[in-house]
């Protein structure tokens, strides 16, 4: 799990160095800093002076894989309501400050992780990293925001009904992988997400955002001591409850070949 996530971060750096500075640098690109961070966190750093701006990562050991049965969309909904009201902050109060910052802070999920990005002009780095760290770390779960989010995560798996690619990827995840984590999405069913709590996101927030298995990853304007500063100042004591991911057995694996018809009134066959 450690590798995989390490990996993500790896490639992160790379894209963000080949959209920052064009491919010419494509040598450079694996060239970074790397440091163990006190509770088992892990920061990387890229740097890339040639702008006044920073990107930082953070990768969380809490995506889908570490949702408890029946809670499909959990992980994602958690992701998408932190970002919606911390720390004394409301919705509009991050919405005004992500405005202000050119950039802002972003927090999304998949499968494996849990990923917070910022960035930002290296003059509102701190006011960046104090942003970050309310949402990643006290965030707030207001009614309203969780009931918005809601709908909106609803609306999106309605409309999904009607795109043939998904529905072929849905089928063959189901097919494949069962009810293993890796055949459902990360963002739920609509019966699943209907079911979440207040109660469930807080839950799942202790439970598995913390710095044990976390990557802090920071690209731009930025040295490796100013990265590690930036952090410890701000999530040095952060801990999650933690504790063993549910357990989710590999279906055997298929043999022969398999159809299965998906039946839709579509306006065309794909």
């Given amino acids: ?44 750093v890229k740097e890339a002076h040639q702008l006044p701006m920073v990107t930082v990562r953070v990768a969380i050991p809490a995506g889908s894989r570490y949702e408890p049965p029946g809670k499909a969309g959990l992980g994602n909904m958690v992701a ?12 509009l109060d991050i919405e005004k400050m992500n405005d202000r910052l050119g950039g802002g802070v972003g927090v999304d999920a998949g499968r494996l992780t849990a990923t917070a990005s910022l960035r930002t002009l290296t003059r509102d780095i701190e006011e960046g990293m104090d942003l970050l760290a309310d949402i990643l770390r006290r965030p707030s779960f207001p009614e309203k925001e969780i009931e918005k989010t809601r709908r909106r995560i609803l609306g999106g798996l309605k409309r999904r009904k009607d795109r043939p690619g998904h529905l ?35 839950a799942f ?11 802090f990853a920071f690209v731009g304007d930025i040295t490796l001591a100013r990265a590690r500063e930036l ?5 040095r004591d952060w801990k999650a409850e933690g504790g063993e991911p549910p357990a ?17 009134p579509l306006s065309q066959t794909t």
Avoid at 205 to 215: A, E, L, Q
Avoid at 231 to 235: D, I
């Fill in 1 to 44: 799990m450690r590798r995989r996530i390490l990996i993500s971060a790896a490639a992160f750096l790379a894209a963000a160095l080949l959209a920052g500075a064009g491919a010419a640098r494509a040598a450079s690109i694996l060239t970074y800093e790397r440091e163990e961070l006190p509770g088992g966190g892990v920061l990387i």
């Fill in 248 to 264: 989710a057995a590999m279906p055997p694996a298929p043999e022969g070949l398999v159809v299965e018809k998906v039946d839709r």
């Fill in 231 to 235: 952090v410890l100042a701000r999530f």
């Fill in 205 to 215: 927030h202790r439970k598995w955002y913390g710095m044990k298995g976390s990557i």
């Fill in 80 to 91: 998408a309501t932190v970002i919606r009201g911390a720390a004394g902050r409301s919705a």
């Fill in 168 to 202: 072929a990827d849905e089928a063959f995840r189901k097919r494949l992988f069962g009810d293993h984590p890796q055949g459902r999405l990360p963002v739920g069913s609509p019966e699943t997400v209907k079911g979440v709590t207040r109660g469930d996101l807080a």
